[in-house]
């Protein structure tokens, strides 16, 4: 007969992160939609650079959400480097642009990637990813 192995249960803080980060995720894909849309119209250098970073940041937290259930060290990490470089790059091009207020610090810019990354760092979730 064959041996029946407890898988051990993803806690909480992981599948917050991982929610959340699918949620992420779904927005970005219908801002690249939108941004296709754009180019159509007005298309610039500048234009160019902000779709290539975010089809860039879509496409790394698709492919550590892909890579989730290998429960690796590199997943972890690397979802928590994506989210405050995400995070960062948000708050920095407010600042350029001049309106960084607490309506931009408050948003859903800051608030989801600071989630994913405080689940991140608890540590369930460094038991859970380190086996």
């Known amino acids: 007969m064959m041996e029946v192995i407890q898988a051990e249960r993803m806690p909480a ?11 992420e ?16 119209v007005a298309f610039s250098v500048p234009f160019l650079l902000l779709f290539l ?9 698709g492919w550590l959400l892909s890579r989730w259930p290998s429960r690796r060290k590199l ?6 480097a994506v989210e ?15 309106d960084l207020d607490w309506i931009k ?11 994913v990354v405080v689940a991140l760092l608890m540590p369930s979730a460094a038991r859970w990813f380190d086996r």
């Open 75 to 80: 997943v972890r990490w690397g979802a928590i």
């Open 25 to 40: 995720v779904a927005f970005s894909l219908v801002g690249l939609a939108i941004l296709i849309g754009v180019a159509a």
């Open 105 to 115: 610090l408050l948003g859903p810019n800051t608030l989801l990637p600071l989630v």
């Open 84 to 98: 405050v470089a995400a995070s960062g790059s948000y708050l920095t091009m407010a600042a350029i642009d001049g």
């Open 13 to 23: 803080t992981v599948r917050t992160a991982r929610f959340v980060l699918t949620l």
């Open 53 to 61: 970073y975010a089809g860039s940041i879509t496409a790394l937290m």
